[in-house]
């Protein structure tokens, strides 16, 4: 009985030092992640924004399917291969150079929107993504920041759109309509 309350009194004691840095840890964060790309700023620009095509190439999504748009945006809800769902919008563009998306679901546990810049370079583009992340949960800021990190899900898109770029055929201004 004696080893039971202690091990009882440890989880309790992991659990409140958890919630205690969880909320001393701030609810708003910002990350980046750049990735160099071997396409054009257009063909980055259309890839990323065929949203249809998205699980063709990401790996981690299982379907698309577009929301009803409001006040002109773009909104969308992605299925995970592990069962998650998250509404999406486009926020802004300024094609082919920004994109601005956000989750639009208020209902999760986090929030914020990605910033994706593209820059044209010799060797074709420089991605990166700005996070602007909002974890409202403390349990899930502290497994975010210390387990997870702010940059995983980045690198992941990143690594995934590399990978179905690298393996297209670089879109020149005379096949681009082909």
Same mark, same amino acid.
């Given at each position: 009985?004696?080893w #039971? #309350?202690?091990? =009882?009194?440890?989880?309790?004691?992991?659990?409140? =030092? =958890? #919630?205690?840095?969880g909320s #001393?840890?701030?609810q708003?964060?910002?990350?980046?992640?750049?990735?160099?790309?071997?396409?054009?700023?257009?063909?980055?620009?259309?890839t990323i924004? %065929?949203?249809?095509d998205?699980?063709n190439?990401?790996?981690?999504?299982? %379907?698309?399917e577009?929301?009803v748009?409001t +006040?002109?945006?773009? /909104?969308?809800?992605e299925?995970y291969?592990?069962?998650?769902?998250? /509404?999406?919008e486009t926020?802004s563009?300024?094609p082919?150079r920004?994109l =601005?998306?956000?989750? /639009?679901?208020?209902? @999760?546990?986090?929030?914020?929107?990605?910033? @994706?810049?593209?820059?044209?370079?010799?060797?074709g583009s420089?991605?990166?993504?700005?996070?602007?992340?909002?974890?409202?949960?403390p349990?899930f800021?502290?497994?975010s920041r210390?387990?997870?990190?702010?940059?995983?899900?980045?690198?992941?898109y990143?690594?995934a759109l590399?990978q179905? @770029?690298?393996?297209?055929p670089?879109e020149?201004? %005379?096949? +681009?309509?082909?």
């Amino acid at each position: 009985m004696f080893w #039971l #309350l202690i091990a =009882v009194g440890a989880i309790a004691a992991v659990i409140l =030092v =958890v #919630l205690i840095t969880g909320s #001393l840890l701030p609810q708003n964060h910002r990350a980046s992640v750049s990735r160099e790309i071997p396409a054009p700023p257009e063909q980055v620009w259309r890839t990323i924004t %065929s949203l249809r095509d998205l699980p063709n190439w990401h790996p981690e999504v299982k %379907s698309v399917e577009a929301i009803v748009e409001t +006040q002109g945006k773009t /909104a969308w809800r992605e299925t995970y291969r592990n069962g998650d769902k998250i /509404a999406y919008e486009t926020v802004s563009t300024e094609p082919p150079r920004r994109l =601005v998306r956000r989750i /639009a679901d208020p209902k @999760l546990p986090y929030g914020g929107t990605w910033t @994706l810049d593209i820059e044209d370079k010799s060797f074709g583009s420089r991605v990166t993504i700005t996070e602007d992340g909002e974890v409202y949960n403390p349990i899930f800021r502290f497994v975010s920041r210390f387990f997870i990190g702010h940059t995983v899900t980045m690198e992941r898109y990143l690594a995934a759109l590399a990978q179905r @770029l690298a393996s297209a055929p670089v879109e020149t201004a %005379s096949n +681009q309509h082909a």
